[in-house]
């Protein structure tokens, strides 16, 4: 199918006004606003702590997203998949208070168990109220932001992106409490976030009701079952990744991972923001065809440039945050290259969730989850940091195959 590019001024804004291209552009720029501010947090950061502090902080933040990650249930994806047919406030208000309820039980789980799970976040026992809370306060704006995103509100998913980058400012304060000032100031902007959100929300005259709603879970369940898997299986290694490197490389190699992947998310926040976006208007049934191929044909606009300039600068760049952190200019560059395949992924999978493909979803879920951990374990042993590198891009590039089988199996393109 030939995707139309858009001749004249009038066009191309006509174009830009769609939903999908609309939404995908603010997404993106939240996606941006928010790689940007986490550059110059990071720099900073980097500046002002240790690289075992850096190192500690980065694990304990990865703890607390594995945490959000598992108590998720599939009802952010439910919100969007439900938004349009079923009554928003009661939707919500289901969404915001299970996870959140899972999310803090995990917490108190984590923290009781956490010498056995993790020895060196023994740390989170001292300030357990405070790990809560912020957990508390992450889960809900996380489902807030899908919510703004369901509603084609995503300019105010630009504004909380925004207001994270305040973290930066608690950076200087906090830096006596060591990797804890780091984690502080990454917990405090989602407190001030939840805040705004909160009064984004009553604008868009949704007020969530401060109950359980029964029908919706139990209708939703079915899809939000096969998401729950799906997402856990697809973003779980981006949890469990730092604290693996942690155990294998140590602190220090932990943290010119997490600083080089910071800076390659840029790239990964592309496919995500169009994909996301196409997700949504296929929920509004918009025609996916040509939804799928206009949000294909401007990804690689958009990533083959940006992939060859950070390829070119990376260096520079990493240099910036410190010298510490330069040899990661290797993983920087192969990271970069698996944006390409990582795209086609994402593609697939707003494909399958539009289509309720549940079976589809998690096998390509469940193939780079187990792929991705486990190349990336054995690789880092044989090649170091490296290596974690070749895990991303052989297990994407196997997931675009694995794509392409599906696709052609199903005669859906």
Known sequence: MAVTLPKNFSEVKRHLQEPLIRNSFFIMASSLAAAGFGFFFW?????????????????????????????????????????????????????????????????LIFIAAVEVISPELAVVRTVA???????????????????????RKSEHYFALNLLYGSRILFLIPLVFLGAMGIFSAFGL???????????????CSIRPTPGIDRVFLREAWQFSAGA?????????????????????????????????????????????AFTTSLFVEGSHGGEMKRSVF????????????????????????????????????????????????????????SIAKVRSDIKSLILLSGFVSVALLGLGYT???????????????????????????????????
């Open 294 to 349: 206009r949000t294909l044909a401007s990804m690689f606009a958009l990533l083959i440039p940006a992939i060859i300039g950070l390829s070119l600068f990376g260096e520079q760049i990493l240099n910036l945050i410190g010298k510490d952190y330069v040899e990661g200019v290797a993983l920087l560059q192969v990271l970069a290259l698996s944006a390409l395949f990582v795209s086609v992924c994402q593609t697939f999978i």
């Open 228 to 272: 729950y898997i799906a997402g856990m299986l697809i973003s779980a290694p981006n949890m469990i990744i730092p604290i693996m490197v942690l155990h294998v490389l140590g602190a220090e190699s932990t943290a010119s991972y997490y600083i080089t992947y910071a800076i390659v998310s840029i790239l990964f926040m592309i496919p995500y």
């Open 129 to 151: 109220p405070l790990y809560l809370a912020f957990l508390g306060a992450y889960s809900v704006t996380w489902v807030l932001e899908g919510a703004f995103n369901a509603l």
């Open 43 to 107: 720099m900073i950061a980097a500046r002002l702590y240790s690289q075992a502090e850096v190192g500690v902080a980065t694990a304990l933040m990865s703890s607390m997203g594995l945490l959000i990650l598992i108590s998720r249930l599939g009802l952010d994806q439910s919100v969007i998949r439900f938004f349009p047919s079923r009554d928003k406030n009661g939707v919500l208000g289901t969404a915001i208070i299970v996870p959140t309820a899972v999310a803090l039980g995990a917490g």
């Open 189 to 203: 902007s989602f407190v001030l976030g939840l805040a705004l959100a909160l009064v984004l929300l009553a604008r």
């Open 379 to 413: 690789l880092m042993h044989r090649f170091g940091l490296i290596g974690m590198g070749y895990a991303w891009l052989g297990t994407y590039a196997a997931g675009t195959l694995l794509v392409g089988l599906i696709l052609k199996r199903k005669g859906w393109m």
